[in-house]
């Protein structure tokens, strides 16, 4: 039985990720000296807004994290106004069962808050882990929760929307449910993680609260 649950953030409580793509767009853009394409940038991601900002914007980074958190806040709440439906419902029915949840995503910390704070679930986590600037860092976060909560693998779930989130938790033994209620990505997850794909918040919801037990 799963005692902590841990969310992705991007494409899996929200889809934030068209959001990403335009706020670096319009604030990297003039350091980079050219419009950059989709391609150009979700080619860094895994890396935190800081790290993205060095690869596209060099040595102008600061001023393009500056920027690129400011169109972040900017566009939000007109881009994404709200997370998936049914996300809402399914973090409060786990709180109110006592289930620990957690937030590990690759986002940096000031977008990350930016993102809560519209969404207003700054307090539905127990933690919340972000993003590096060297390096996906999931793994590490992982291996941190299970060693600080005194969890064994089996006890831990997380939820997220990519095949590198499967295999961050292979590597540290954890199951992953894949969320796949985006259209057009259910095949290819299927492919990575058979049999832990939901193509509804509800369906995994529904999953989640069969297999999860309140810590003692």
């Known amino acids: 039985m799963f005692r902590m649950i841990g969310f992705d953030l991007d494409g899996t409580i929200a889809d934030t990720l068209p959001l990403c793509i ?44 500056a920027d690129y958190c400011r169109e972040y806040e ?45 969404f207003g679930i700054a ?10 600037d060297v390096a996906p860092n999931k793994v590490d976060h992982l ?4 060693d600080k909560y005194q969890l064994t693998p089996e006890e831990f779930c997380y939820i997220g929307d990519t095949a590198t989130d499967v295999d961050s938790c292979d590597q ?11 259209d057009g990505v259910t095949q290819a997850l299927e492919q990575r993680n058979p049999g832990n794909v939901f193509d509804r918040v509800e369906k ?11 810590p003692q």
């Open 22 to 65: 335009q706020a670096f767009g319009l604030a990297l853009s003039p350091y980079a000296g050219h419009t950059l394409s989709e391609e150009e940038i979700t080619a860094t991601f895994g890396l935190d807004e800081v790290g993205i900002a060095k690869i596209l914007a060099g040595d102008q980074w600061e001023a393009g994290v």
């Open 74 to 118: 900017r566009l939000h709440p007109q881009v994404v106004p709200d997370l998936f439906p049914g996300i809402r419902e399914l973090l409060h029915t786990l709180k109110d069962r006592g289930i620990p949840l957690v937030l590990v995503t690759g986002k940096g910390t000031p977008t990350c808050r930016i993102s809560l704070k519209q």
């Open 123 to 132: 307090d539905v986590f127990d933690e919340v882990l972000c993003g590096s």
């Open 143 to 146: 291996r941190y929760l299970l």
């Open 172 to 182: 540290v033994g954890v199951t992953c449910l894949s969320a796949a209620w985006q």
């Open 204 to 214: 995994c919801g529904a999953y989640l609260l069969e297999h999860c037990t309140k």
